[in-house]
Nanobody, 118 residues
Framework: QQQLVESGGGLVQAGGSLRLSCLAS????????MAWYRQPPGKQRELAAS???????YYADSVKGRFTISRDNAKNTVYLQMNDLKPEDTAVYYC????????????WGQGTQVTVSS
């Protein structure tokens, strides 16, 4: 059974940095597409960044140039390095996993809170 466990959230001042981690278990990590979504207060969940099994990355315009997604297949972990954080980055951040053949991201972590103070 696929499980995803996020860590690394917290409270940071604007301009600061955080690194989120997501440890995956229950499947062959290296063949999955992985992503970080976020849900700001009162808003819908949105895709922040993704990384495919072939290491192709995608970033939302709002985080491009500030966030970096990476993966370590030996550690079954995907990371999101967040630099130059802004108050509008405040959200619950979710790790998501897409197995080969799945149309969407079907597996989700419990989320980790990121709060950026001005």
């Amino acid at each position: 059974q696929q499980q995803l466990v996020e860590s690394g959230g917290g409270l940071v001042q604007a301009g600061g940095s955080l690194r989120l981690s997501c440890l995956a278990s229950g499947s062959i990590f290296s063949i999955n597409n992985m992503a970080w979504y976020r849900q700001p207060p009162g808003k819908q969940r949105e895709l922040a960044a993704s990384i495919s099994r072939d290491l192709i990355t995608y970033y939302a315009d709002s985080v491009k140039g500030r966030f970096t997604i990476s993966r370590d297949n030996a550690k079954n972990t995907v990371y999101l390095q967040m630099n130059d954080l802004k108050p509008e980055d405040t959200a619950v951040y979710y790790c998501a996993c897409q197995h080969p053949g799945d149309y969407e991201y079907e597996y989700w972590g419990q989320g980790t809170q990121v709060t950026v103070s001005s």
